[in-house]
């Protein structure tokens, strides 16, 4: 699991604009620890200071709930958001078994949501799993009043996102198979793997072959060189 978070950032380095911090200087930053803000299902959260004197909330996470995968996603996730209304990470931490995200500091209880709760929000957190379970499970994404016809183009476009954003290049759809998939028939549209940030074990009755993928393959394709995966007949 180590090896995976460790592959992650390195793959992904230039991507990520956050600080890497050693378990000693998480202890140096909040003090030994001495000024608890509170504690979730995640784990405990820690008020510190920086070098530079900005306030932090350090979360400490809890060893049965540093997995790899969660961790990835926040970082991924949260680590790429830069937007007045949600908490920025600043940093992060992963030594060994020990893992700690630095948020920036919001006072008169504005963090609680974000990291104090005691419920599990990550698929909230990954956007994209969460999204993919709304559709997935035939519950609507927009709770505004829409039209029927209006429900059908958000679940078509949504599902041809899903397919676009898979990690294996072979399961992205062409430029070309997009426009086919966007008009088609919602329902001969086909559920695509779910989203992962690192890659995973999937078996051959997770994907969708066509009968002659070869024949809709295009070299200039900007999502894709591969099409093989977009919807059955």
Same mark, same amino acid.
């Given at each position: 699991?180590?090896?995976?978070?460790?592959?992650?950032?390195?793959?992904?380095?230039?991507?990520?604009?956050?600080?890497?911090?050693?378990?000693?200087?998480?202890?140096?930053?909040?003090?030994?620890?001495?000024?608890?803000?509170?504690?979730?299902?995640?784990?405990?959260?820690?008020?510190?200071?920086?070098?530079?004197?900005?306030? &932090? &909330?350090?979360?400490?996470?809890?060893?049965?709930? &540093?997995?790899?995968?969660?961790?990835?996603?926040?970082? &991924?996730?949260?680590?790429?958001?830069?937007?007045?209304?949600?908490?920025?990470?600043?940093?992060?931490?992963?030594?060994?078994?020990?893992?700690?995200?630095?948020?920036?500091?919001?006072?008169?209880?504005?963090?609680?949501?974000?990291?104090?709760?005691?419920?599990?929000?990550?698929?909230?957190?990954?956007?994209?799993?969460?999204?993919?379970?709304?559709?997935?499970?035939?519950?609507?994404?927009?709770?505004?009043?829409?039209?029927?016809?209006?429900?059908?183009?958000?679940?078509?476009?949504?599902?041809?996102?899903?397919?676009?954003?898979?990690?294996?290049?072979?399961?992205?759809?062409?430029?070309?198979?997009?426009?086919?998939?966007?008009?088609?028939?919602?329902?001969?549209?086909?559920?695509?793997?779910?989203?992962?940030?690192?890659?995973?074990?999937?078996?051959?009755?997770?994907?969708?072959?066509?009968?002659?993928?070869?024949?809709?393959?295009?070299?200039?394709?900007?999502?894709?060189?591969?099409?093989?995966?977009?919807?059955?007949?």
């Amino acid at each position: 699991m180590y090896g995976n978070i460790e592959e992650f950032l390195q793959s992904h380095d230039h991507n990520l604009t956050l600080i890497r911090y050693s378990y000693s200087e998480i202890k140096k930053i909040t003090h030994g620890f001495n000024d608890k803000l509170g504690e979730g299902g995640y784990g405990s959260v820690y008020k510190g200071k920086l070098r530079s004197g900005r306030s &932090a &909330a350090v979360k400490i996470l809890r060893k049965e709930k &540093a997995n790899g995968q969660d961790f990835i996603n926040e970082v &991924a996730t949260i680590g790429r958001i830069h937007h007045c209304n949600v908490v920025q990470l600043i940093g992060f931490t992963v030594e060994g078994s020990k893992r700690a995200l630095i948020y920036e500091f919001m006072p008169n209880g504005s963090l609680e949501k974000y990291i104090f709760s005691r419920q599990d929000h990550s698929s909230q957190m990954y956007f994209p799993s969460w999204i993919y379970d709304q559709v997935n499970e035939g519950r609507d994404i927009l709770e505004d009043q829409v039209t029927e016809q209006e429900k059908n183009t958000i679940k078509k476009m949504t599902i041809v996102a899903l397919w676009c954003i898979q990690l294996k290049s072979i399961d992205r759809p062409s430029m070309h198979r997009v426009v086919q998939m966007l008009e088609a028939d919602i329902e001969s549209l086909q559920m695509p793997p779910k989203p992962f940030l690192v890659p995973q074990q999937t078996s051959n009755d997770d994907r969708i072959n066509m009968a002659n993928p070869t024949s809709l393959r295009d070299s200039s394709n900007i999502c894709s060189v591969d099409s093989s995966y977009q919807f059955g007949r």
